[in-house]
């Protein structure tokens, strides 16, 4: 365990002033699954910082039941839980609503197969995301998204993105950049007969629209009133 502890995580201090001591949580890199496997071996239930597991182009395939293992390894993830490269992950349930993520962001990057967000779905853990939510080549909706307190980037969606106020319906507060990239399928931010807007009212940061070649108009943004 001391290889991987020394390798893939940072510690990060965060004082409780009001309690008198300084608690420290770990944060995690899993790059494969042998490395998967040796921190899902260990016996000690923790609340994490960050959380990352990575299946290496061309390295061997990690398979669903081993990463549903990390629930009984980590209790609680108060910064990101970043899912990259898994080929065969095919579901967020038994995952995010098992470990508490109630307080966290989430990256989920080149899964192919993951196609069952439904823990989602929970508007009393899910409604705002308190960090970033970044999607990269996964075509699926999030119905009960209200909030992202950190960034909110799509990139690569190229089905579900055709009828985006599907993918969002609800959501009205973006507190970082809102960023749309490579969306091929991307033609309005508008219902379908382009009568009614999103209900997002809020950018703190940057709205960026880029390389979305069927984009037709921008004028499902006419409830924003604060950008930057």
Do not use: W
């Not at 790059?31 to 899902?40: A, D, I, R, V, Y």
């Not at 993830?77 to 966290?104: H, N, P, R």
């Not at 969002?168 to 749309?180: A, I, M, N, S, T």
């Amino acid at each position: 365990m001391k290889k991987i502890c020394s390798s893939i995580f940072r510690v990060l201090v965060i004082p409780y002033v009001m309690c008198g001591f300084v608690a420290a949580q770990n944060s995690y890199t899993l790059n494969g699954l042998s490395e998967l496997k040796e921190f899902t071996a260990g016996s000690v239930e923790e609340t994490v910082e960050n959380l990352t597991l990575i299946e290496p182009e061309g390295s061997e395939m990690i398979p669903e039941s081993e990463i549903l293992k990390l629930t009984d390894r980590v209790k609680k993830i108060t910064g990101t839980l970043t899912m990259e490269g898994l080929s065969q992950l095919t579901t967020t349930t038994g995952l995010i609503d098992v470990i508490d993520c109630s307080e966290a962001g989430f990256v989920f990057r080149d899964c192919p197969v993951l196609s069952d967000m439904d823990a989602f779905a929970d508007e009393d853990k899910f409604s705002v995301i308190h960090g970033d939510f970044i999607i990269e080549n996964l075509d699926k909706s999030f119905s009960k998204i209200r909030e992202v307190q950190g960034d909110l980037k799509l990139t690569n969606i190229t089905t579900a993105m055709n009828k985006p106020q599907k993918i969002f319906p609800y959501l009205e507060k973006v507190e970082g950049d809102f960023v749309v990239d490579g969306c091929s399928r991307l033609y309005y931010f508008t219902n379908g007969d382009n009568t009614e807007n999103m209900p997002l009212t809020y950018i703190g940061g940057d709205l960026v629209l880029t390389n979305n070649r069927s984009l037709q108009r921008l004028n499902g943004f006419g409830s924003l009133k604060h950008l930057g």
